[in-house]
């Protein structure tokens, strides 16, 4: 079974950029649908970014949109989060997951956390004002 690691993350002023990475273990990586959530101290885990199994869908939670965009490698079995004008309520721990093989169809973008089924560790976001 897939396997993710995230990378990326550390400590910008507000404004900046950051770019998360997530290299998946194997090269089913193109048959899920993946997505990036996060969650900081004290709140539960957020959906941030989503997308299809085919990449032709996106979506966005309202809080990122026009400033984050997700998008993903399959040759390079990986999944990147494009941050820019970072804001400090953007501080948490970001996630990618791998959606589970009922929700990873062509266009659908799973949102829900129990629509995924593999996690990485999570990868520390933190920005200042």
């Known amino acids: 079974q897939v396997q993710l690691v995230e990378s990326g993350g550390g400590l910008v002023q507000a404004g900046g950029s950051l770019r998360l990475s997530c290299a998946a273990s194997?090269?089913?990586?193109?048959?899920?649908?993946m997505g990036w959530f996060r969650q900081a101290p004290g709140k539960e885990r957020e959906f941030v970014a989503g997308?299809?199994?085919?990449?032709?869908?996106?979506y966005y939670a309202d809080s990122v949109k026009g400033r984050f965009t997700i998008s993903r490698d399959n040759a390079e079995n990986t999944l990147y989060l494009q941050m820019n004008s970072l804001k400090p309520e953007d501080t948490a721990v970001y996630f990618c997951?791998?959606?589970?093989?009922?929700?990873?169809?062509?266009?659908?973008?799973?949102?829900?956390?129990?629509?995924?089924?593999?996690w990485g560790q999570g990868t520390q976001v933190t920005v200042s004002s």
């Open positions: 997951a791998a959606a589970r093989p009922f929700y990873s169809t062509s266009l659908y973008v799973p949102k829900s956390p129990s629509e995924y089924y593999k």
């Open positions: 194997e090269r089913t990586f193109g048959s899920y649908a």
């Open positions: 997308l299809s199994r085919s990449g032709g869908s996106t």
